[in-house]
């Protein structure tokens, strides 16, 4: 994975995804030629970098020691990669691609109290697994308001859902709820309304957007992106800017388990165009895992 760092002057850079689709914070930043921050060169613990940044990058080594997930968690994750060949086509693209496909599933995490001192809220331990309870939702539809999605918000999108036999994989269940129980150590709940999106953008028209909306926000309180695979793909740069600033990084998840956490209420995120690595390239696709965290329930309209 490339490392992140100070970009170069802003005139340099290509136009943001965001371009014809709405003015972004993340374009007017660049725009005005102001100066983007480093993730920390020396790593923080992952609470500790949301809490003072507002982002953490794991890289794929870390990702199961900084949760807590067992130690053949990244074997066992082979197993689910191929249901992302198996994706339906996105009917909901209000800017005429046919380039993305989509899973979403919701579930509910019940958690420990944080205020009970009896029962203390961390990320390890076979104790509080056994008090943090994930259960999947009857099916329902993703909704954002137009606020937080100018594109797509503001109509309720109904996706298929995740394959059963992924969405109740222990692979996978084990990652959404260690991840619940870090959040909480950053933010005390007692109950996560997550989101699971899987995505694959591929490039048989040419290019493909991973976020046609541009930069963003999603309304939530954190945001997961979890990298699953490339193939034959150039660009998919991700930038992550300061929400109330002119500072931000970009860099691309290049290595599969690469994972970015994100504070959604502190920073806007965005992913640039991919298009083929090569011109005989027939077969380009970048696949992610993106969850969401929500501690007011699931957004839908008033």
């Known amino acids: 994975m490339a490392t992140p760092g100070t970009l170069p002057p802003p005139a340099a850079l290509p136009t943001p995804v965001a371009e014809g689709e709405g003015k972004s914070i993340a374009s007017a930043q660049l725009a005005q030629n102001r100066p983007m921050f480093s993730i920390p060169t020396t790593p923080k613990p992952a609470a500790q970098a949301l809490q003072q940044d507002g982002l953490c990058l794991l890289q794929p080594?870390?990702?199961?020691?900084?949760?807590?997930?067992?130690?053949?968690?990244?074997?066992?994750?082979?197993?689910?990669?191929?249901s992302w060949q198996r994706l339906p086509p996105d009917?909901?693209?209000k800017d005429g691609g046919h380039y993305r496909q989509r899973r979403h599933s919701c579930f509910v995490q019940q958690l420990a109290s944080a205020a009970d001192p009896a029962h203390p809220v961390h990320h390890s331990g076979e104790s509080v697994a056994a008090r943090s309870r994930l259960t999947q939702t009857p099916q329902?539809?993703?909704?954002?308001?137009?606020?937080?999605?100018?594109?797509?918000?503001?109509?309720?999108?109904?996706?298929?859902?995740?394959?059963?036999?992924?969405?109740?994989?222990?692979?996978?269940?084990?990652?959404?709820?260690?991840?619940?129980?870090?959040?909480?150590?950053?933010?005390?709940?007692?109950?996560?309304?997550?989101?699971?999106?899987?995505?694959?953008?591929?490039?048989a028209g040419g290019v493909g957007r991973p976020t046609p909306e541009g930069a963003h926000r999603d309304g939530v309180d954190f945001v997961v992106v979890l990298l699953v695979g490339r193939h034959e793909v150039k660009g998919g740069e991700t930038r992550v800017f300061d929400a109330n600033g002119p500072h931000g990084v970009r860099f691309v998840m290049a290595e599969p388990l690469s994972a970015l956490l994100?504070?959604?209420?502190?920073?806007?995120?965005?992913?640039?165009?991919?298009?083929?690595?090569?011109?005989d390239a027939v077969h380009s696709f970048r696949d992610t895992l993106v969850l969401t965290y929500r501690a007011a329930g699931f957004q839908q309209p008033a």
């Open 61 to 82: 080594g870390a990702l199961s020691a900084t949760l807590g997930l067992h130690a053949d968690w990244h074997s066992a994750w082979q197993a689910l990669t191929p």
């Open 91 to 93: 009917a909901h693209l």
């Open 140 to 203: 329902r539809a993703h909704w954002q308001p137009t606020d937080y999605n100018a594109l797509h918000g503001g109509i309720l999108r109904w996706f298929e859902p995740m394959e059963p036999a992924v969405a109740s994989s222990p692979t996978f269940t084990a990652l959404l709820t260690a991840l619940g129980r870090l959040f909480a150590e950053v933010r005390p709940v007692e109950r996560w309304y997550i989101e699971s999106h899987q995505f694959r953008i591929d490039t």
């Open 262 to 279: 994100l504070d959604d209420a502190r920073v806007i995120h965005e992913t640039t165009p991919i298009l083929p690595a090569t011109p």
